[in-house]
């Protein structure tokens, strides 16, 4: 008889700072897989364990930190949450995910035992796993054998403050010939520090994908867990690297209720275990059970389910002091003890908590019939600030009647609201790593004015783009499309533009940054009458050959240096508090709309280049960014792609239904605002909000008759059918006939095939969008219809699209007619040409800026793109155009009556 596998695994006890260097293993060190026998990882000893030398709950500290939370007034006292883990705490905890009613434990595995491979496809021989308060680790174990399937050399660390139950879990996984163990014995507090040691500054990086699961994202405030998050995004993770976040989402209260308030009561002994763990803690019964009661609510406003002891009479906690001294902590009959949070997620809140902390979302999947949602989020080498207000809003909910209703008899339950945030905001003063400040801005710094921490995420985002999807060495000198000037141009353009606005106005009293023959050279692109392309706007003069341009060596030079001119004008601002003073701030006025302007022009010009990307053979995926779906399908055989519209990918898919027509009802609609750069030395700092560019002056009404609007963009599969009923081949430009004979949809990851984006907004010229609108018998919406359309949205519905702006998605991404789209993928083209209107006054600061297309050739364009900066397209005002005839750009459309 065979003797059974040994599990291998080994446990380092991470709670003391640690002496000495650490072997870890690498995949360097696994065995060749030549031979099956000595694949065989062969296991240490683990070292035994005593409850008490190992128990992480030992500490004076402790004490303190629970008599503290304790001995406060009537409607504000606490219990810390981990009171509740205790080794009889996480047997009773386990035995919960076993039950039926506690939905979260099931759903969760199911999403992971379809989706385990897709994970096991992100990693790489190398990869290591790092899983933040591991548990039993039945759920894991799905990931580590499908990683085991894939002959993946990974290391898996369990982070967990129970040595037994590491044990316990590690030993439960079974032998691995590919996947080494290792357990991690500490706090979260402990556990982060020593993986930002351990990894995050290893060279080269260390790719890591760390696993928050088990709906731990919903243990505490949103802010709190966005905090976290931003917390592990700074010191844990690089670009390329993954967090997998187990979340539960908002649903029917009563499930919710039921699921932690069992009926075999074993959450509710959970929960009272507590209050024993308290007195071991302490080495005092300070609490009687009998007198204690579990108080369980769900607070549907919220979105999240509270516990509390409950005291069913008058009673006094007492405590004997080491000195002598007696605590008494009295207690009111009813009055509450908050120790547990359960918070429940929309889509929305699930996206501003990643933008608070600073990631993407790589893929998602949902558990359709208890909705519950497993997000494999990313690190990316750059990222934009979307949606401030409501990433607000959910960090700092605004306190209503009915919130303050639900909170009444808690005070600490009414710890999310808005007070939490001047005090966020002062603390993120101190910077560290897990401040919002990105997201609260500061009292010192105008919102108005892009801060240092913007700039350098657009800089990041430039450098990505133009330095890892253009190819140096092949492409500087490729012209996509003709009407453009070639690749090498725009590395030159965008610091001179920042060079000519600083200097030209005095902004710093510095000179021309050398060399100065670039200004010449890089100051002004072009933009050609497509029917005439001898006529063109004012330009630079640029070198008719190859060789005659500068150096990249020098444009890259250049650019640094214009970069650190930039940056020491900003620190000395952020050094001065910026508006210190109402004076100190109207005499920088004409300053910061010039740092405005230069920020604004390059997001731009980043959205440029890469619609010229697209139209190149040669295009290279960005860095650090993780592979689309659709990608990896073609890449992995077995990885399956889910949608919005169906559980499972669909080889070939059929068109939407067509979209709902919106009515909207007749009303005057306000364009523009008032930003006229000719005061900016007069008007005082407290009458501006934002700047904006001369065609946004002034404001003004329009009015609007009565007219429907469909609630989405047209699309691919869309435009596709109306080219067969016409039998017609003019193809959008974002069209590519692929080798195998079908269409591809170009993107910044190659082509994707049509069946896979049947339902993104098409990309078309504004003569093509005409042309659909008319045979539909219909028409393209003008700027004020389309302005009024949003408005109404906004106001009266949350069955919204959310927007896929700066870079969210790397692409257009489905719509559908559940949701209402307003924003986003697409720029949305109008029947509005781009002319003259009444107040308009040419920009002194750029007087061609509009003044050159006023031709009634170029139409507006609303909105923005999936690579338009939220600067941009969240600014109500802002119109964009392009030429009418001018197919290459990232522009869709939606019909009206």
């Known amino acids: 008889m065979n003797t059974p596998p040994t599990p291998s695994y080994r446990i380092l006890d991470i709670r003391a700072p640690i002496k000495e260097d650490i072997k870890l293993p690498t995949h360097q060190d696994y065995p060749s897989s030549n031979n099956k026998e000595d694949d065989k990882i062969k296991p240490p000893t683990p070292p035994s364990s005593t409850d008490q030398s190992l128990d992480a709950f030992n500490g004076d500290d402790l004490v303190d930190t629970i008599l503290d939370s304790l001995n406060k007034p009537e409607g504000t006292k606490s219990i810390p949450t981990f009171v509740l883990y205790d080794k ?63 002959q993946l050399k990974v290391t898996y660390y369990a982070l967990d403050l129970d040595q037994q139950e590491l044990e316990r879990s590690l030993g439960s996984l079974g032998e691995f010939n590919h996947v080494r163990l290792m357990g991690l014995l500490g706090t979260y507090d402990q556990g982060i520090p020593w993986l930002n040691q351990q990894f995050a500054s290893a060279d080269p990086p260390t790719h890591k994908m760390i696993l928050w699961l088990g709906s731990s994202i919903g243990n505490q405030n949103r802010r709190e867990s966005a905090m976290f998050l931003h917390r592990l995004q700074q010191m844990c993770m690089q670009p390329g690297d993954f967090l997998l976040i187990g979340c539960d989402k908002r649903k029917d209260p009563a499930k919710i209720k039921t699921a932690y308030d069992d009926s075999m009561g074993t959450t509710r002994e959970f929960i009272m275990n507590g209050l024993d763990h308290v007195n071991v803690i302490l080495g005092q019964s300070i609490f009687d059970r009998s007198k204690f009661d579990y108080d369980s609510r769900y607070q549907s406003d919220l979105g999240r389910h509270v516990a509390h002891y409950r005291a ?73 600030d979307c949606d401030r207000p409501g990433t607000l809003e959910t960090l700092y909910p605004t306190r209503t009647q009915e919130r303050t209703k639900q909170d009444a008899n808690c005070v600490s339950c009414m710890a999310d609201y808005t007070e939490a945030h001047h005090q966020d905001e002062e603390e993120g003063k101190e910077g560290g790593s897990a401040s919002l400040t990105h997201v609260i801005g500061s009292k010192h710094w105008p919102n108005y004015i892009p801060s240092l921490h913007e700039w350098q995420q657009l800089w990041r985002s430039w450098d990505n783009v133009t330095t ?54 890089f100051e002004r692109g072009i933009d050609p009458d497509m029917d005439d392309p001898t006529k063109c706007n004012p330009h630079s003069i640029v070198p008719a050959r190859d060789e005659d341009w500068p150096s990249i060596e020098s444009i890259m030079l250049y650019q640094q240096n214009v970069r650190s001119r930039l940056q020491r004008l900003l620190l000395q601002w952020e050094a001065e508090d910026y508006g210190a003073s ?4 109207q005499q920088r006025k004409r300053a910061a709309r010039v740092v405005w302007m230069a920020f604004e022009h390059e997001a731009m010009h980043l959205e440029t280049i890469l619609y010229m990307l697209l139209q190149s053979p040669n295009i290279k995926p960005p860095s650090g960014v993780a592979t689309v779906p659709w990608k990896m399908a073609k890449i ?23 979209a709902p027509l919106i009515p909207v009802p007749e009303a005057d609609t306000i364009l523009g605002h008032d930003d006229d750069e000719d005061v900016d030395y007069t008007s005082h700092p407290e009458d501006h909000t934002e700047f904006g560019w001369d065609n946004e002056h002034p404001k003004r009404s329009v009015h609007v008759d009565a007219f429907s609007i469909q609630s989405r963009p047209v699309t691919n599969g869309e435009y596709l059918a109306f080219l067969q009923a016409t039998n017609s081949d003019g193809w959008p430009a974002s069209w590519v006939l692929m080798e195998d004979g079908t269409i591809g949809i170009r993107t910044s ?62 692409h257009p991404t489905d719509v559908s007619n559940e949701h209402v789209h307003t924003l986003g993928d697409v720029w949305e083209w109008t029947a509005t040409p781009m002319v003259r209107h009444q107040g308009y006054k040419k ?29 941009l397209a969240e600014r109500r005002s802002l119109r964009n155009w392009y030429q009418a005839g001018y197919p290459y750009v990232f522009a869709g459309f939606r019909c009206c009556h």
């Not at 405590?319 to 003890?337: H, M, T, V």
Request: aromatic residues 12%.
């Open 88 to 150: 009889r705490g996480l047997q009773l905890f386990d035995e919960i995910t076993h039950l039926d009613d506690y939905y979260l434990t099931n759903a969760e595995m199911e999403i992971l035992k379809e989706h385990a491979d897709q994970l096991a496809a992100r990693l790489h021989d190398g990869s290591v796993i790092i899983e933040l308060g591991a548990g039993s680790l039945r759920k894991t174990s799905l990931i580590l054998q499908a990683i085991e399937r894939q």
């Open 312 to 384: 069913c009479e008058n009673v006094v906690l007492t405590y004997q002091r080491r000195s002598g001294d007696q605590l008494r902590i009295p207690l009111q009959k009813n009055e509450l003890i908050h120790v547990e949070y359960s918070y429940k997620y929309s889509d929305e809140e699930i996206t501003h908590m990643l933008n608070a902390a600073q990631l993407d979302k790589a893929e998602d999947w949902t558990n359709g019939k208890t909705p519950y949602q497993v997000i494999l989020a990313e690190c990316r080498p750059f990222k934009f």
């Open 468 to 521: 890892t999807m253009i190819d140096h060495a092949t492409m500087l000198f490729e012209r996509p499309i003709s009407f453009r000037h070639p690749f090498l141009f725009y590395l030159g353009h965008t610091p001179a533009f920042v060079d000519i606005l600083l200097t030209r106005n005095n902004v710093d009293e510095a000179n021309f940054t050398e060399p100065e023959s670039f200004v010449s050279i």
């Open 582 to 585: 109402v004076q100190q701030e």
């Open 636 to 658: 992995f055989k077995n990885y399956s792609i889910t949608t919005p519209h169906d559980n499972s990918f669909q080889q070939k898919r059929t068109c939407l239904a067509p």
């Open 749 to 810: 990851f190659g082509f994707c095939p049509m069946d896979d984006a049947l339902y993104w907004p098409v990309q078309t010229s504004y003569y093509q969008s005409s042309k659909y609108a008319e045979h539909h018998h219909m028409r393209l919406p003008t700027e004020a219809e389309l302005l009024q359309f949003r408005d109404l949205m906004n106001n009266t519905t949350n069955n919204k699209k959310i927007p896929n702006i700066g870079f969210r998605h790397w």
């Open 843 to 871: 920009s002194k600061l750029y007087p061609g800026y509009s003044s050159d297309f006023l031709d009634g050739k170029h139409h507006i364009v609303l909105g923005g793109s999936w690579a338009t900066h939220p600067r």
